[in-house]
């Protein structure tokens, strides 16, 4: 069915040269209207009036004297053809239909304070039938009533609802639990096929709370600059809402959705309860994701029942740019095939539950890059948590912790598949109540590549560097390339056998050391410096070695 409804610009979609692109206007006979960043637009571009052909550094655009200037974000054709400024030497080619424009006031006599806003938009949307839904919904500045509980919009060719330049919508029904959601499970058309919402804020101060939108998007969603104020009240017996509060689902694996500096700090209430399930969910996506999410520049403060949850689905979740506080559960929570780019994770108040950073879990090929975690307190587990089933690789991540107990790194994931950390640091000056290691590997084929661990508790109680174990069974192929351990007590203990390990080019501060039950056998071990004791209490055998330092093959 989805060969039924591409655009008709869809052969000419891509990235082109301004001149090529010029000799194709000039080709079609299009001329058009300058749209520049100066003005917004209902799709988030500005409308302005063509410049004159003699603007510095313009370039003429057919027959219609309009010019293409270095600030220009949008060239406006109608319905017929547009252009967007990708970069400075290129221009995306698409086609997309210009919504007619409701102003909430003006078009349908909605008073702010006083009126149902949403009640008359759902009254608006619902009059058209789902191919003539092409609707940007205006909502000029100041605070606007919401009383009607979960609007469905179910179907439409465009849907856009935009703070003009931004609006408040306050939450005036204790029967609110979910402002609205977008589209259905069910990937056939009719269906939600752009949405858009942006400029918002929403007030759920007093006795109320709600969820925000669960998305169920076809071609694309945008949510841009939405945020909640007021503390989220989920497991309130009287008025909780919704568990999620922003959940966006992909319905195909074409559908692409981005998720732009949206901002939830005011966090979910604490109740007392055995565990954190339960409570609201800021940022999300589920199992019936399949499509790409881009979750760029968001925020989110105190939630109980984790930060970006997007771990569940099939779909791809690439999180960049964000940065999660003082959340319980994780953090960050990602599942097969996503990636987090240049984030920063930060605990400076228990959450009053267990708590881990980054988590990755369900299938493989995750990536994680640039990645700052900065612990205060007290940890009942460990910082980055990997038991996904598949391949990862975790490059630049750095952790410092200031915190008590628990571990920085915990590895136990498939056996099989490769996880690999490089460039990775660990600054640890914790204060521990028991010796423990900072770091956990309870899996095989697990890579440290030119790694520092810089270990120094501030309390009586030693903390160690790298524990292989996992309870009894063998772990193999552990490989520790140019990595420096430099813990108060042993830098490595081998507490189970295996076989394959390569140690290579590292520095060992302190013990390096096996339990006396270990066989660890077909190990390379060539090129290092031992400054601490080496005891292997178990058996070696096989092993390859030359070049060491403080100790003999």
């Not at 030119?450 to 192929?477: P, W």
Request: proline share 3%; aromatic share 8%; glycine share 10%.
């Amino acid at each position: 069915m989805e060969g039924n409804h591409q655009d008709p610009s869809a052969s000419e979609a891509g990235k082109t040269t301004r001149r090529s692109y010029i000799k194709r206007l000039g080709a079609l006979g299009f001329g058009g209207a300058l749209a520049s960043g100066a003005a917004s637009s209902l799709q988030g571009v500005g409308v302005a009036a063509a410049q004159s052909e003699g603007a510095a550094g313009g370039i003429a655009v057919s027959d219609s004297g309009t010019t293409i200037d270095d600030d220009v974000l949008h060239l406006d054709f109608g319905t017929s053809l547009s252009a967007t400024q990708s970069d400075a030497d290129t221009v995306r080619v698409q086609s997309d239909t210009n919504p007619n424009t409701v102003d909430v006031r003006d078009d349908l006599g909605v008073e702010p304070e006083d009126d149902d806003l949403w009640a008359a938009i759902e009254a608006h949307y619902g009059s058209f039938e789902p191919t003539n839904r092409n609707h940007c919904y205006k909502i000029p500045a100041g605070t606007w009533s919401v009383a009607t509980d979960n609007v469905h919009f179910d179907a439409h060719e465009f849907l856009g609802i935009v703070g003009d330049p931004f609006a408040v919508l306050e939450v005036t029904d204790q029967d609110v639990d979910r402002l609205m959601t977008v589209g259905s499970l069910d990937a056939s058309l009719p269906h939600a096929q752009r949405t858009v919402m942006r400029n918002l804020q929403i007030d759920i101060r007093g006795d109320y709370d709600t969820g925000i939108a669960r998305w169920y998007t076809y071609r694309y969603g945008h949510i841009e600059n939405v945020s909640m104020r007021g503390r989220r009240d989920r497991l309130n017996d009287r008025y909780g809402g919704d568990r999620h509060t922003i959940l966006v689902d992909g319905v195909r694996p074409s559908t692409t959705n981005v998720i732009s500096c949206c901002h939830l700090n005011n966090g979910d209430t604490k109740y007392d309860r055995s565990t954190h399930v339960g409570h609201a969910i800021p940022f999300s996506s589920d199992v019936y994701n399949h499509g790409t999410n881009y979750w760029e520049g968001c925020q989110v403060s105190d939630y109980i029942d984790n930060g970006i949850y997007v771990s569940g689905d099939d779909g791809r979740n690439i999180v960049t740019g964000c940065h999660v506080r003082n959340c319980a559960g994780a953090g960050i929570r990602i599942g097969p095939n996503d990636y987090v780019q240049d984030c920063q994770i930060t605990m400076t108040e228990h959450p009053g539950y267990p708590w881990s950073g980054l988590w990755l879990e369900n299938g493989g090929g995750q990536l994680v890059s640039q990645l700052l975690v900065n612990n205060r307190m007290e940890k009942n587990t460990e910082i980055i948590r990997l038991t996904q089933d598949g391949p990862a690789r975790l490059t630049d991540v750095h952790i410092t912790d200031e915190g008590t107990d628990g571990r920085a790194i915990r590895v136990d994931d498939n056996d099989d598949a490769p996880t690999v950390f490089e460039g990775c640091t660990i600054t640890d000056r914790s204060s521990p109540s028991t010796s423990d290691y900072a770091v956990y590997v309870r899996s095989s084929n697990v890579t440290f590549n030119d790694c520092e661990f810089d270990i120094e508790t501030q309390s009586a109680m030693d903390r160690h560097g790298v524990f292989v174990t996992n309870g009894g069974d063998e772990i193999d192929r552990l490989t520790l390339d140019t990595c420096t351990i430099d813990p108060d007590g042993a830098s490595l203990r081998f507490a189970e056998s295996g076989a394959d390990h390569t140690v290579e080019s590292s520095f060992f501060e302190g013990l390096v050391m096996s339990d006396p039950e270990t066989t660890l056998s077909t190990v390379l071990w060539v090129g290092n410096r031992h400054r601490g004791e080496t005891i292997f209490r178990g058996e070696r055998s096989q092993w390859q070695g030359d070049f060491n330092f403080g100790f003999e093959i």
